[in-house]
């Protein structure tokens, strides 16, 4: 019975801590890998050079551009986000130089070298959420003493809740 109650407990504080590590792992991978290539690629000053149309620019805390993307060889893509230090504040109409690295959503400046800033968070998260889950997972596995501390954070989180309940 000892065990089954000590399962139990493991299962609530991880039934309890899990999902919000869960949701930002999957959204570190989905929306963050697909960037990592191409934004080493544009610091490492690769992918084709073209122009930029700025078509229309935001301003939340930072500017933001979308606009159209020509290549050289006449290959256009619309509705692009520029990252880049080439433009500053409203720029509607402005052309400028950019550079096509195979990003999804985003074309980079040509001259260009802060890009590698989209890269830390990802590679700053991923590892410590992978180490939170597995922490979560595995702990009570450690040891008794682990299965102890998940013990007694469980009665707590429980009095905790029914103090509350009761109000």
Known sequence: MSKVKNFLEWFFIVAWFLPG???????????????????????????????????TASHNGGWSWWGTFTSGD????????????????????????????????????????SAWELMVPLLTSLPVLLVLLLVLLFLPFLSRKAVGYCASVQRRLRSRYKAWKFR
């Open 21 to 55: 590590p869960c949701l930002l792992l999957w959204a570190s991978v989905t929306l963050g890998v697909p960037e990592v290539k191409p934004t080493w690629d544009a610091v490492r000053g690769r992918g084709t050079l073209g122009v930029f149309q700025v078509e």
């Open 74 to 113: 006449a290959h256009v893509r619309r509705s692009v986000r520029y990252t880049g230090e080439e433009l500053h504040g409203e720029a509607v109409g402005e052309v400028v130089y950019a550079r096509d690295t195979g990003s999804p959503s985003r074309v980079f400046g040509g001259q260009d070298t």
